[in-house]
């Protein structure tokens, strides 16, 4: 099994930043579909992100220009950078990974074996 964890959340005002990250340690094969995702109390967990094993990258349209998605290997660590946050991106965040080189563009937002256990992003 792979174990995640989430780090670098946070309160912040609108307009701020956050980097998310996401340590796999112990984790040494690249060849994972990686996703962030993120959730509010009463709602569906929502795809926001992915990255796959050639570094091709996924956005849902709500975070695209504003977030960017990053992994580096040598340090088996995930990463979300968040620019320009608004109220509406108030929600736990969680990362996770799924079997497989590619995310595919099709499924990106589903499938995934392993998850964090979250870390709080709140905008005011």
């Known amino acids: 099994d792979v174990q995640l964890v989430e780090s670098g959340g946070g309160s912040v005002p609108a307009g701020g930043s956050l980097r998310l990250s996401c340590a796999a340690p112990?984790?040494?094969?690249?060849?994972?579909?990686m996703g962030w995702f993120r959730q509010v109390p009463g709602n569906q967990r929502e795809g926001i992100a992915a990255i796959d094993g050639v570094a091709t990258m996924f956005y849902a349209d709500s975070v695209k220009d504003r977030f960017t998605i990053s992994r580096d290997t040598s340090k088996n660590t995930l990463y979300l950078e968040m620019n320009s946050l608004k109220p509406e991106d108030t929600a736990m965040y969680y990362c996770?990974?799924?079997?497989?080189?590619?995310?595919?563009?099709?499924?990106?937002?589903?499938?995934?074996?392993?998850w964090g256990q979250g870390t709080q992003v709140t905008v005011s």
């Open positions: 996770a990974f799924r079997h497989g080189y590619y995310c595919y563009s099709e499924s990106w937002t589903r499938g995934y074996d392993y």
């Open positions: 112990g984790y040494t094969n690249s060849d994972y579909c």
